[in-house]
Nanobody, 117 residues
Framework: QVQLVESGGGLVQAGGSLRLSCAVSGNIFGINAMGWYRQAPGKQRELVARITLGGSTNYADSVKGQFTISRDNAKNTVFLQMNSLKPEDTAVYYC???????????WGQGTQVTVSS
């Protein structure tokens, strides 16, 4: 079993910053990639950013240059630094972990990010 626990969400004014953290524990052997997804009300969950064990990253076009994903492999933690936040960034943000060998995916419980205008 794999557990992911997010933290760092909250309410922020437009233009502000937040840093999300996700700690992964349990049977983490073989976890290759971690990422952040978000789901706004009435919309589908979408990929925000993803990072592999080797440090390769990819971002949604909408957040390139605005968000930065990073990971601390020693602490089994992934971060999402979000700058210049906009009201349209308001969503529940979910941490995700992938075990590519078994094609398994794990999710955190989500953390709310609200950006006021």
């Amino acid at each position: 079993q794999v557990q992911l626990v997010e933290s760092g969400g909250g309410l922020v004014q437009a233009g502000g910053s937040l840093r999300l953290s996700c700690a992964v524990s349990g049977n983490i052997f073989g976890i290759n990639a971690m990422g952040w997804y978000r789901q706004a009300p009435g919309k589908q969950r979408e990929l925000v950013a993803r990072i592999t064990l080797g440090g390769s990253t990819n971002y949604a076009d909408s957040v390139k240059g605005q968000f930065t994903i990073s990971r601390d492999n020693a602490k089994n933690t992934v971060f999402l630094q979000m700058n210049s936040l906009k009201p349209e960034d308001t969503a529940v943000y979910y941490c995700n972990a992938e075990r590519l060998l078994t094609k398994s995916t794990y999710w955190g419980q989500g953390t709310q990010v609200t950006v006021s205008s």
